[in-house]
């Protein structure tokens, strides 16, 4: 990004993620069942409180953080579009890896991508109110963004799995270990990239960064219902903000450098963050199983 060198080139940055979010989504898709979707539609009031923890809950959590930390204005900015940005393709991959709800999960990944492109102009809108500010972004930029990282892959991957299963068969026993492998190779490239980023920062907006993050995993559990499955799923959801909306509302936008730094320091921050309670769902998944 203009203004912050890095060792890794923007555009290999963004070609890996690209390449992984897609491979990670498409290897869903083939293990996914069409009629799951509709598990969620049934339960209304289960929907709605997850909406609301991913939606509401998440941006007011920051919001707190954010004033009682007196972080400076462009760093608040940052923490708020991050907070406003949800649905990250990757979230729902963790979420079925960590004992997820397999019918519930899916559903509520697609739903959020899709809400997104109508409650991020609104949360902007909101936050131009906060700040008296100019930001916006476009539906049809955020629409593009959705569809091609999260809808289309996913797609792809249930129509393969519903139409050709002897070769989606085949082609999901490779694309676990290709999607692996770029992950790895994203994780180190993103430090690599983000790392001067996340100490130019400064520790307030890391703290920031990992006190919005648990509370948006706290906020999640708690209002995903009775079930451990939906809880993880909602958690998860709520805590995996999508880094590559944000990123467009700060491109889009020419946001200044203060908030450029506190969305790469969120990125980083939250990815950490949230291992300890994946780690913790996941063993209690296979608990249950035992």
Not at 164 to 188: H, M, N, Q, T, Y
Request: proline letters at 7%.
């Amino acid at each position: 990004m203009a203004g912050m060198p890095s060792p890794v080139p923007e555009w290999l940055l963004s070609a890996f993620a690209l390449a992984t979010v897609f491979t990670v989504m498409l290897d869903v898709g083939l293990g996914i069942v069409p009629g799951e979707f509709l598990w969620l539609w049934r339960r209304p009031a289960l929907m709605l409180k997850a909406l609301f923890a991913v939606l509401v809950a998440v941006p007011a959590v920051a919001m707190a953080v954010a004033r009682l930390l007196d972080l400076p204005r462009a760093a608040e900015i940052g923490l708020m579009v991050m907070a406003i940005s949800p649905g990250a393709p990757v979230a729902l991959r963790r979420s079925l890896a960590s004992g997820g709800h397999r019918s519930f999960a899916p559903g509520l990944q697609v739903t959020v991508a899709l809400v997104a492109v109508v409650s991020m102009p609104v949360s902007i809108a909101a936050l131009n109110q906060v700040y008296a500010g100019h930001a916006s972004v476009g539906p049809l930029s955020l629409m593009k963004q959705v569809f091609i990282a999260q809808l289309l892959p996913l797609g792809l991957g249930v129509v393969a799995d519903r139409y050709f299963p002897s070769g989606s068969v085949w082609l999901k026993a490779r694309l676990d270990r290709i999607w692996k492998v770029l992950l790895c190779v994203l994780a180190v490239l993103a430090l690599m990239g983000f790392w001067g980023a996340l100490l130019a920062a400064g520790p307030w907006v890391a703290t920031a960064a990992c006190l919005t993050t648990a509370g948006a995993i706290a906020v999640g559990h708690g209002l995903g219902g009775p079930d451990p499955a939906t809880r993880t799923a909602v958690a998860i959801s709520s805590s995996a903000r999508n880094p590559g909306l944000a990123l467009l509302v700060v491109a889009v936008n020419g946001a200044p450098l203060g908030v450029r730094l506190a969305v790469l320091s969120y990125i980083v921050v939250s990815a950490v963050t949230i291992l300890p309670y994946v780690f913790w769902r996941r063993r209690q998944a296979t608990d249950l199983v035992r």
